[in-house]
C-alpha cells in the first residue's frame, strides 16, 4: 500500500512520460514557471507527503488525469483519512467555517465538492456529477444543522432531573415518601427518555455518515427500553424511528427503506397486539410508502413484489383508516394506493397492466371526493397531480386523445393551486408534466390545432426553467433543455411549419445545453439520447444546407 503522494506522483508520472513531456515543458505548458519543474519531480517520486490541489490539479488536467481518477487513488491510499482532514482544514480556513462550506455549494470547486461528500462518508464521491454532489451536500447541510440543534439542546433534560432531585430532597427532609415514590418515579421515566434522546442523537450523527446499521442498532435498543414502562412505547417509538430510515433512505439511498420497513412492520405487529388501530393504521401506511419505494428502486420481481406488498399495505391501512370515521387520512392513503397501482402497472404486461392502471385512477377519483380545493387546496393540487401523471400514462398506452385531454386539464387543475410564488417546486414539475402531455397531443394532431399545443409545451417548459435553474437543479434544468429540444424538433416535422430551420437550430441550442450536464461518465443513458438527437439534429440540418 501507499500514501497518496506516492500514488499520485506515480499517475502523473506515467501521463507525462505517454505524452512524451519532459518536467521542463510541462512546468512551462501548466505554470509558464520553470521554477516547478523541481515541484514535478518531487511529485513524481513521492516526496510530497501532503499534496496540494492548487498544485496537482492543473497538472492532472493538463495531463487528462480525470477527476474520477484523483478520487480512487485518494480512496486506496493508507493516509486517505489525513489527506480529506488537511483538504477540509484548508476548505474552512478559505470559507471560515464547515457552516459556511455547506453554505456556499455552488461556489465550490469540483475537488472541494468531493472533499466535503468524503467527510460526510459518501461511498465513491469522485464517481458522482457535480449536480449529485450538490444535491447530496445540500440534504447532508440540512441534517448537519438539525444535529448541531440537537446537541445544542442536551443541557434542557439535564436541568429537568435536577429540579426533580431538588424535590424528592425536600420530600425526604419532610419525611413524605409517597411523594418521593411519585418524584423517583418521575425521575426514572425522564432519565429513559434522556437515553433514548441521547440514542436519537447518536444515531442522527450516525446517519449524517452514512452509518444506517448503528444507528437502527441504537433506535431499537430505545425503543425496547420502553417496554417495561409502556407496552404500546416501543411501537410508538418505531413509529418516530423508522421515518429517520425512510427519509434517510429517499435522500440517500442505502439500506434506510429497508429498515424503515422493519420498525414499521413491528410497530404494525406491536399496535396490533395491543389493541391500537389509530397507531396500527399509522405504521401500515407509512409501511406502504416505504416498501412502494424500495419497488420503485428496485428492478426485475424483487421490484414488483414489493410493490405488491405495499399495494397489500395500503389496503389493510384503509380497513382501519375507513372514510367515515377518518375522511383526511383515508384520502390520502387512496392517493398513495394509486400511486403504488401506477408503479405496479409499470412492471406488468397487457391487460393486467391496463387493469392497475384503472385501479388507479379509481383510486385517485376517491380521494378527490375528500380532497376537494375548498377544504384541502395543497392535497387537492397533489392529487390532481399525481392523477394526470396516471391518466397522462393510459393515453399513451391506448393511444386516446380523451384521456389525454383530460391529463392536461388535471394538470391545469394543479396548477390553480400550485403557484410560483408559493409553490415554486410543486409549480416547477406541474408545468413539466403539462408541457408533456401538450406536446405529446401536438404531435399527434394535424393542422393549427395541433401546431399550438406544440407552441404551448414550449412554453411550459420554458415557464419550469424559471425554477428549475441549473446551478440548483442541474438535472431538472438538462431534463427539460432536452425535451425542449424535442419538442422544437417536432415543431419542424408538423404538418404545418413551412420553415423548420428556426426550429431545428433552438432544438440544437437546448440539447447541447443539456449535454453541459448530461457527461457519459456519470450519465450513460442521458448522455447517450441526448447525443443521438443533437446527431439527427445536425443531419437535418445539413440536409437543408444549413451550418
Not at 78 to 96: C, I
Not at 219 to 230: E, H, M, R, Y
Not at 342 to 363: D, F, I, K, T
Amino acid at each position: 500500500m501507499a500514501s497518496f503522494g506516492e500514488l499520485l506522483g506515480a499517475e502523473i508520472l506515467e501521463a507525462r512520460e505517454a505524452q512524451r513531456l519532459t518536467q521542463l515543458a510541462l512546468a512551462q505548458e501548466v505554470f509558464d514557471d520553470e521554477n516547478y519543474v523541481r515541484r514535478i519531480g518531487d511529485y513524481e517520486t513521492g516526496k510530497v507527503a501532503r499534496p496540494q490541489a492548487k498544485v496537482y490539479r492543473p497538472i492532472c488536467d493538463f495531463l487528462g488525469i480525470t477527476s474520477k481518477t484523483i478520487g480512487a487513488l485518494k480512496a486506496q491510499a493508507t493516509d486517505a483519512k489525513s489527506v480529506t482532514d488537511d483538504e477540509l482544514l484548508t476548505l474552512r480556513t478559505e470559507k471560515g467555517s464547515l457552516e459556511q462550506a455547506l453554505s456556499d455549494l455552488q461556489t465550490l470547486t469540483r475537488a472541494q465538492l468531493e472533499t466535503l461528500a468524503s467527510r460526510f462518508e459518501l461511498d465513491k464521491p469522485y464517481e458522482a456529477s457535480d449536480g449529485a454532489l450538490i444535491e447530496f451536500l445540500t440534504n447532508t447541510a440540512q441534517d448537519y444543522r438539525a444535529l448541531r440543534a440537537e446537541v445544542d439542546a442536551i443541557d434542557e433534560g439535564v436541568k429537568a432531573l435536577s429540579n426533580l432531585k431538588t424535590s424528592a430532597m425536600a420530600a425526604f427532609d419532610s419525611g413524605d415518601l409517597d411523594e418521593v415514590e411519585t418524584l423517583l418515579s418521575r425521575v426514572q421515566e425522564i432519565a429513559k427518555d434522556e437515553a433514548a434522546k441521547a440514542a436519537e442523537i447518536r444515531a442522527d450523527a450516525a446517519l449524517l455518515r452514512q452509518r444506517v446499521d448503528f444507528a437502527r442498532a441504537l433506535l431499537l435498543d430505545a425503543a425496547d427500553s420502553f417496554a417495561i414502562v409502556d407496552p404500546l412505547e416501543p411501537a410508538r417509538r418505531r413509529l418516530k424511528y423508522g421515518a429517520k430510515f425512510y427519509y434517510q433512505g429517499l435522500r440517500y439511498g442505502g439500506d434506510g427503506l429497508r429498515i424503515a420497513v422493519e420498525f414499521w412492520e413491528k410497530c404494525a405487529h406491536i399496535a396490533g397486539r395491543e389493541g391500537s388501530e389509530i397507531l396500527r393504521g399509522k405504521a401500515l401506511s407509512n409501511l406502504g410508502s416505504a416498501l412502494r419505494n424500495q419497488g420503485t428502486r428496485t428492478d426485475g420481481p424483487k421490484g414488483a413484489a414489493l410493490l405488491e406488498q405495499a399495494v397489500s399495505a395500503y389496503r389493510s391501512a384503509l380497513e382501519v383508516r375507513t372514510r367515515e370515521k377518518h375522511p383526511e387520512q383515508w384520502a390520502m392513503t387512496q392517493n398513495n394506493l394509486a400511486s403504488a397501482l401506477r408503479n405496479q402497472s409499470s412492471r406488468a404486461e397487457g391487460p393486467e397492466s391496463m387493469a392497475l392502471l384503472e385501479q388507479a385512477v379509481s383510486a385517485y377519483r376517491a380521494a378527490l371526493e375528500v380532497r376537494t380545493i375548498e377544504k384541502h387546496p395543497v392535497q387537492w393540487a397533489m392529487t390532481q397531480n399525481n392523477f394526470g401523471v396516471t391518466l397522462e400514462v393510459q393515453a399513451t398506452r391506448m393511444e386516446d386523445a380523451t384521456r389525454l385531454a383530460q391529463a392536461v386539464m388535471a394538470f391545469r387543475a394543479a396548477l390553480e393551486v400550485y403557484t410560483r410564488d408559493v409553490h415554486p417546486v410543486d409549480w416547477a414539475g406541474a408545468q413539466s408534466n403539462l408541457a408533456n402531455s401538450l406536446a405529446t397531443q401536438g404531435i399527434r394532431t394535424d393542422g393549427p390545432e395541433g401546431a399550438a399545443l406544440l407552441a404551448q409545451a414550449v412554453t411550459a417548459y420554458r415557464a419550469t426553467l424559471e425554477v428549475r435553474v441549473r446551478d440548483v437543479h442541474p438535472v431538472y434544468w438538462a431534463e427539460t433543455q432536452y425535451n425542449l429540444a424535442s419538442t422544437e424538433d417536432a415543431q419542424a416535422e408538423h404538418d404545418t411549419c413551412t420553415d423548420p430551420l428556426p426550429h431545428l437550430r433552438a432544438a440544437l441550442d437546448h440539447v447541447t445545453a443539456a449535454l453541459e450536464v448530461y457527461d457519459p461518465e456519470h450519465m450513460p443513458y442521458d448522455f447517450g439520447t441526448a447525443t443521438k438527437l443533437k446527431t439527427r439534429l445536425k443531419e437535418k440540418l445539413a440536409a437543408l444546407n444549413t451550418p
